[in-house]
């Protein structure tokens, strides 16, 4: 039983590897664009070694939000879960002492 599995893999890894020995292109995805890698994405509190994320620096805290402010979620922006929720802390902080605005006013 064992030897006829292994008898079936050794085609098809011979398949496999038939059309890099042609020197063919790479077979591509659906719709034929060639798919790029998907980079992870690194927190930005981390990454510059901040112990707490502070309300006071409204510059890095107001590249949390939207235009219409809301708040980025972590799959958007990648911070870890700790500092989002830091960031979450302060953006209500500064929408609480008018230093970041709740929404902009629709024209």
Request: glycine letters at 6%; a positive charge.
């Amino acid at each position: 039983m064992a030897e006829e599995i292994k008898e079936t893999q050794a085609p098809a890894a011979e398949n496999t590897a038939a059309p890099a020995a042609r020197g063919e292109r790479p077979a591509r995805g659906f719709g034929g664009k060639k798919r790029f890698e998907i980079r992870r994405k690194v927190c930005k509190v981390c990454a510059e070694k901040m112990d707490n994320v502070d309300y006071k620096n409204f510059q890095f805290v107001k590249s949390f939000t939207m235009e219409s402010g809301k708040i980025l979620s972590r799959r958007i922006t990648g911070t870890c879960a700790k500092h989002q929720r830091q960031i979450t802390k302060a953006i209500k902080r500064d929408r609480n002492l008018a230093i970041l605005p709740y929404s902009l006013p629709k024209k």
